[in-house]
Each structure stands twice: as structure tokens, then as C-alpha cells.
């Protein structure tokens, strides 16, 4: 159970293009998603968290116009690279909360890299 | 806000040794915590979490954690280590009911044959 999916695994586009990522929750509902970006040899950085049905909350220093995200179901939130540039080629994580009593805890998707040339 | 120190950037050792990978944070009220896996080329996994009760807790794949509230530290352990468990390993905290993680910076486990 508490399965989460990432659409697509890696994606190579052209500077000033725009990217979509989707993030699923398979097999449970998941009202507050989160989008987190990982460094090569660094830690997640925690970039915004979704609410199903409200606008995203970003943390400090990340551009809401740039990495925009909707979370439209209680099953989906997407995040939308804008006019993309290389600086922002990196590997996008996305995180599910759990459901009931796994409410504390977090389900990673698989990522997606994202190569922007 | 919590922040997370992992000590080991990478530790390296053979098969059957045993492994601790310490973890420290800073926050000064209740907090959450957890330890994830990252194997090479897929995604985070859930090895084990404490939010109350015993601070020994016994996660998946013969890991443990124990919490030492008065050092604010998390050390996840294993007796014998195999070479399947070569991976990123972080250390995670959330304050009690905010669920956004807080990740230290992550301990590359190199386990030879």
C-alpha cells in the first residue's frame, strides 16, 4: 500500500520550454502532497507543499510563477516548469502524506530528472 | 524550523561488519523522525520512524534506531550489514503535527563483498 508514481522518469527539453511532472497517489488518497528537489550528492530540498483543492504553499526562496503547482484531486498534484533553464535541471521528487494513521508519514515517488538544454 | 545533521558523508565497510550512521537535529519541542533508504537508481523508502513510546525501534530489513531525547540524536544501527544494503541512507524530522521534513544531507553506505 501507499504507493506513489511519477510521470515521466526523465525528461530532456529545450531551454525556455515549459515541463509538466505529475505525481499520482496509487492505491490511497492524498490530500497534502509535496515537491522536494535533490542536488546531485545533496539532500531533498523541500521546494512547496500541495493541498488538495487550495493553492500550494512554497518555501522560502522558491518562485511560485516559476514551479507552478496544482493539486486538482485528491489522487494528483503536478508541477510545471515555466520557462525553463539549464540552472534548473535537477532531480524532482514528489512525496504523498499517508493515509489514517500513517498521516505523519511521507511515500516518495521514484523522481523524475529533468535535463533542460 | 528543525535542521538535521547527518556525521558520516560516506562510510565504507565489508560484509558482516556492523554499521551505525549517526543523526542529530535541532528543534526544541516534540518531533517526529525518521530514517529513509535510497538504493542506487530508486526511490526513497521508509526503513524505520519513532513518534513515541519505546525510543528503540525496529524497522525493516534488520535496521534499528534508537532515540536519545536528552543528546537530540536518532543512530540508526545494523548488526551485519550484506552488500545489498549499499546505499544513500537520510536522517528526517518533522515537529509534532507540521508534516513537512526536514532531511540532513544524506550518508552514501558502500558495502564490499
Known amino acids: 500500500g501507499a504507493v506513489v508514481s511519477q510521470h515521466p522518469s526523465r525528461v530532456i527539453c529545450k531551454s525556455g520550454t515549459s515541463v509538466k511532472i505529475e505525481c499520482r497517489s496509487l492505491?490511497?488518497?492524498?490530500?497534502?502532497m509535496f515537491w522536494y528537489r535533490q542536488f546531485p550528492k545533496k539532500s531533498l530540498m523541500l521546494m512547496a507543499t500541495?493541498?488538495?483543492?487550495?493553492?500550494?504553499?512554497?518555501e522560502q526562496g522558491v518562485e511560485k510563477d516559476k514551479f507552478l503547482i496544482n493539486h486538482a484531486s485528491l489522487t494528483l498534484s503536478t508541477l510545471t516548469v515555466t520557462s525553463a533553464h539549464p540552472e534548473d535541471s535537477s532531480f524532482y521528487i514528489c512525496?504523498?502524506?499517508?493515509?489514517?494513521?500513517?498521516?505523519?508519514?511521507?511515500?516518495f515517488g521514484p523522481g523524475t530528472r529533468l535535463l533542460v538544454l | 524550523a528543525q535542521s538535521v545533521s547527518q556525521h558520516n558523508h560516506h562510510v565504507i565497510l565489508s560484509e558482516a561488519a556492523s554499521l551505525e550512521l549517526g543523526c542529530n537535529y535541532s528543534?526544541?519541542?516534540?518531533?517526529?523522525l525518521f530514517w529513509y533508504v535510497q538504493y542506487p537508481g530508486q526511490h526513497l523508502q521508509l526503513l524505520l520512524k519513532?513518534?513515541?513510546?519505546?525510543?528503540l525501534v525496529k524497522g525493516i530489513k534488520g535496521f534499528e534506531a534508537e532515540f536519545i531525547k536528552s543528546k537530540f540524536s536518532f543512530n540508526l544501527r545494523k548488526p551485519s550489514v550484506q552488500w545489498s544494503d549499499t546505499a544513500e541512507y537520510f536522517c528526517?524530522?518533522?515537529?509534532?503535527?507540521?508534516?513537512?521534513?526536514?532531511f540532513g544531507a544524506g550518508t552514501t553506505v558502500t558495502v564490499r563483498a
Open positions: 528543534y526544541g519541542g516534540t518531533v517526529n
Open positions: 528526517a524530522v518533522n515537529a509534532l503535527g507540521d508534516y513537512k521534513l526536514s
Open positions: 492505491d490511497f488518497q492524498a490530500t497534502t
Open positions: 512525496s504523498a502524506r499517508g493515509p489514517g494513521t500513517t498521516k505523519e508519514t511521507q511515500y
Open positions: 500541495s493541498n488538495e483543492g487550495s493553492k500550494a504553499t512554497y
Open positions: 519513532y513518534f513515541s513510546g519505546d525510543p
